[in-house]
């Protein structure tokens, strides 16, 4: 079992920066692939970005590559995303998720956090 909590999202201008942090918990999160999710009013939840367990691998959506980048820290048991250059189309709830199998979690999770909104004006 993880429990995942995300934080770091809030309102910011179009051209700015924010970093999501997600927590875990337990002593196997370094067995897990953590992925990026987000769901915008009134659309789908949508795959933003994954990285597998050492973080030596990653994988973005299209519409965030060069802007958004994940990272991970297994010693804190936190995955981050750092997004810059936001846009006001990045306007959503922003979800962490985590999976055993790298290849599950480029669309899906088995665990989810809450989310965090962020909010990009213009």
């Known amino acids: 079992q993880v429990q995942l909590v995300e934080s770091g999202g809030g309102l910011v201008q179009a051209g700015g920066s924010l970093r999501l942090s997600c927590a875990a918990s337990?002593?196997?999160?370094?067995?897990?692939?953590m992925g990026w999710f987000r769901q915008a009013p009134g659309k789908e939840r949508e795959f933003v970005g994954a990285?597998?367990?050492?973080?030596?691998?990653?994988h973005y959506v299209d519409s965030v590559k060069g802007r958004f980048t994940i990272s991970r820290d297994n010693a804190k048991n936190t995955v981050y995303l750092q997004m810059n250059s936001l846009k006001p189309e990045d306007t959503a709830v922003y979800y962490c998720a985590a999976a055993r199998l790298y290849a599950r979690i480029v669309t899906t999770g088995d665990y989810w956090g809450q989310g965090t909104q962020v909010t990009v004006s213009s």
């Open positions: 337990g002593r196997t999160f370094s067995m897990y692939a």
């Open positions: 990285i597998n367990w050492s973080g030596d691998n990653t």
